[in-house]
């Protein structure tokens, strides 16, 4: 049985680490969801893939696997910002300094799960020029149907007194991980404040602004992100095509990689010159 060697690469000038598959300038870079890590799309896109080893880049974000937290609470657009410096660095992925002005970055395309999907769709908006087609898989884009608005009643009286300084942090801190939901429970210091940001991010306008090629691949069970939220992206995005897979759940990476890869391959095909 072969053995396959996982190298950890320094990427975008130190600020990432993730892993490079595949031979020449990468032309995918995957972008894992909340609290997973470059390794999800081994499977996808790495040796063990279906077809093989595609050219590729996949990081870790920062705050999660081996990438150090952001200085600060940041929302989508800096992490997209991020991203994008890994883009237009150079094309070997190697962090050099070249000698003369770079030259324009050679698009990709972009593979977004969940968390990672809100941040390809910010990069697209901001730097279509960087973005030669997205992948999106079961990304929380649009509201999910039937979510709540608004936090549970007793949690906002907890919060409320606590600003008023009559319960303690702790008290508040218990408060929390009753009634947040395993992500925010989980999230501690910085990490918190961005996962309660992105809460409060609205991405309709970047999608209708997409102009490339946007292939969709979602677990008909998805219970974290409803297919009824792939269809809502379906219907603001121009030209998108929804892949369907059942019994797949949220982690389509790992249980769908052949489905996410033929939808990588598509885009490929669909936006070449």
Do not use: N
């Amino acid at each position: 049985m072969a053995i396959v060697v996982s190298m950890l690469r320094s990427l975008a000038d130190g600020a990432l680490f993730g892993e490079q598959w595949g031979q020449g300038p990468p032309v995918v870079v995957a972008l894992h969801g909340w609290r997973r890590t470059h390794r999800d799309f081994a499977g996808v896109l790495g040796p063990s893939a279906p077809g093989g080893a595609l050219a590729s880049t996949a990081p870790d974000l920062p705050g999660f696997g081996s990438t150090a937290p952001p200085p600060g609470p940041w929302g989508t657009d800096e992490y997209a910002k991020l991203v994008a410096r890994l883009i237009v660095g150079s094309p070997t992925g190697r962090d050099t300094e070249p000698a003369e002005p770079a030259e324009p970055a050679e698009p990709v395309v972009v593979v977004g799960h969940s968390f990672g999907g809100r941040v390809a769709v910010a990069l697209a908006g901001a730097r279509p020029e960087l973005v030669r087609g997205l992948v999106l898989t079961a990304a929380p884009l649009c509201r999910r149907p039937g979510a709540a608005g608004r936090p549970p009643a007793a949690f906002r009286l907890v919060r409320a007194l606590h600003r008023m300084g009559m319960v303690p942090e702790s008290r508040l801190e218990r408060a929390r991980q009753r009634y947040g939901s395993p992500d925010y429970r989980a999230a501690e210091g910085v990490m918190r404040q961005v996962l309660v940001g992105l809460l409060h991010e609205d991405y309709e306008p970047a999608l209708r602004s997409l102009r490339c090629p946007v292939e969709l691949v979602w677990g008909d069970d998805d219970t974290e992100v409803p297919l009824a939220v792939a269809e809502a992206i379906e219907a603001l995005v121009p030209g998108a095509r929804l892949t369907v897979c059942p019994g797949a759940g949220h982690l389509t990476p790992l249980t769908a990689p052949a489905q996410l890869r033929a939808a990588v391959d598509h885009v490929l095909r669909a936006s070449t010159p």
